[in-house]
T-cell receptor
Framework: ETGVTQTPRHLVMGMTNKKSLKCEQH?????MYWYKQSAKKPLELMFV???????ENNSVPSRFSPECPNSSHLFLHLHTLQPEDSALYLC?????????????FGPGTRLTVL | EDKVVQSPLSLVVHEGDTVTLNCSYE??????LLWYKQEKKAPTFLFML????IEKKSGRLSSILDKKELFSILNITATQTGDSAVYLC??????????FGKGTKLSVKP
């Protein structure tokens, strides 16, 4: 499999649930990103991992917890989310310690919080 | 605060028309500007622009960057219904992250 993959593609969860989103890249990149895309708002960068180390955290609430066990995998752990967290969550990867000129995106996970 | 502004926010044209999408930016530590096309899924990369005044072309799409006036345009000629999408402009800054605009929603009618 090539490119950037994300699972699940769709997720519905209650506010008290705990779930995780998974991202995997098969491009040999060493930087990975989580973005949130809400309706009628620009893409928002949430987290950046470079060489498995978090280098960017853009004021994201603690109910979102990222994990990068290796350069090919990135997780976003979710707990006690709010309905306003419903959005498309996109994973991306790039070449070179988070400063690559082009980011390749996964298909996204459509999250609905009830 | 870094920002990227796209205009118009939405646009409706007919097949065969030519459209121009605009992107202006105010950022510190500019590195490059990127255009993406987003349909009902994740964005797909179109162009990356780093130097001023050099047009990049791919089929019916072309783009150019003006680093003095801090803007870029994306042109689509002879539009087709398959061009209907949200076109995103993003600026890469030295810290390594992309700052996205809100996008222009293009609808091409048959």
């Amino acid at each position: 499999e090539t490119g950037v993959t994300q699972t699940p593609r769709h997720l519905v969860m209650g506010m008290t649930n705990k779930k995780s989103l998974k991202c995997e890249q098969h491009l040999g990149h060493n930087a990975m990103y989580w973005y949130k895309q809400s309706a009628k708002k620009p893409l928002e960068l949430m987290f950046v991992y470079s060489l498995e180390e978090r280098v960017e955290n853009n004021s994201v609430p603690s109910r979102f917890s990222p994990e990068c066990p290796n350069s090919s995998h990135l997780f976003l752990h979710l707990h006690t989310l709010q309905p306003e967290d419903s959005a498309l969550y996109l994973c991306a990867s790039s070449h070179g310690s988070g400063r690559g000129s082009e980011q390749f995106f996964g298909p996204g996970t459509r999250l609905t919080v009830l | 605060e870094d920002k990227v502004v796209q205009s118009p926010l939405s646009l409706v044209v007919h097949e065969g028309d030519t459209v121009t999408l605009n992107c202006s930016y105010e950022v510190t530590n500019f590195r490059s500007l990127l255009w993406y096309k987003q349909e009902k899924k994740a964005p797909t990369f179109l162009f990356m622009l780093t130097s001023s005044g050099i047009e990049k072309k791919s089929g019916r799409l072309s783009s150019i960057l003006d680093k003095k006036e801090l803007f870029s345009i994306l042109n689509i000629t002879a539009t087709q219904t398959g061009d209907s999408a949200v076109y995103l402009c993003a600026v890469l800054v030295s810290q390594g992250n992309l700052i996205f605009g809100k996008g222009t929603k293009l609808s091409v009618k048959p």
